[in-house]
C-alpha cells in the first residue's frame, strides 16, 4: 500500500513563498509520476503541475513560472516550491502518484494514490 505525506503548508503573505514537500511509501519510487493538484472552497480539484521519472515537468498556466516541481528519490518525496504566492492561490494542496507511464497527466483520474493535502492560505 502506498502511502503519501503533504507537509509545508502554511500561511503567508502575497508575494511570499513555501516549499510544499510529499513523501511517499513504497520500494520504487523513482518509477512513479507525481503530481500536485489543488482545492480552494467550492471549487474543483485543479492540476497544478507534474513530473514523471524521467523528471520531465509540466505546470498548469496559473502558476508558470512561479511554481517548481522536483523530486529526490534517494528521499521518497516530490516537492513544490511556491514563489511570488498570490491570494488565488490559497487552497489545500494534494499530492498524488501514479504508478506507471510517463504522461503528464493533468486529470486526478489518472492517479492511484492522494495524500491528506495540506492548507495554504495567502493573504493580500
Known amino acids: 500500500q502506498v502511502q503519501l505525506v503533504e507537509s509545508g503548508g502554511g500561511l503567508v503573505q502575497a508575494g511570499g513563498s513555501l516549499r510544499l514537500s510529499c513523501a511517499a511509501s513504497?520500494?520504487?519510487?523513482?518509477?512513479?509520476?507525481m503530481a500536485w493538484f489543488r482545492q480552494a472552497p467550492g471549487k474543483e480539484r485543479e492540476f497544478v503541475s507534474a513530473?514523471?521519472?524521467?523528471?520531465?515537468?509540466y505546470y498548469a498556466d496559473p502558476v508558470k513560472g512561479r511554481f517548481t516541481i522536483s523530486r529526490n528519490n534517494a528521499k521518497n518525496t516530490v516537492y513544490l516550491q511556491m514563489n511570488t504566492l498570490k491570494p488565488e492561490d490559497t487552497a489545500i494542496y494534494f499530492c498524488?502518484?501514479?504508478?506507471?507511464?510517463?504522461?503528464?497527466?493533468?486529470?486526478?483520474?489518472?492517479?492511484?494514490?492522494w495524500g491528506q493535502g495540506t492548507q495554504v492560505t495567502v493573504s493580500s
Open positions: 513530473i514523471n521519472r524521467i523528471d520531465l515537468t
Open positions: 513504497g520500494r520504487t519510487f523513482s518509477s512513479w509520476r
Open positions: 498524488a502518484l501514479a504508478s506507471i507511464g510517463l504522461r503528464l497527466g493533468t486529470s486526478p483520474g489518472e492517479y492511484d494514490y
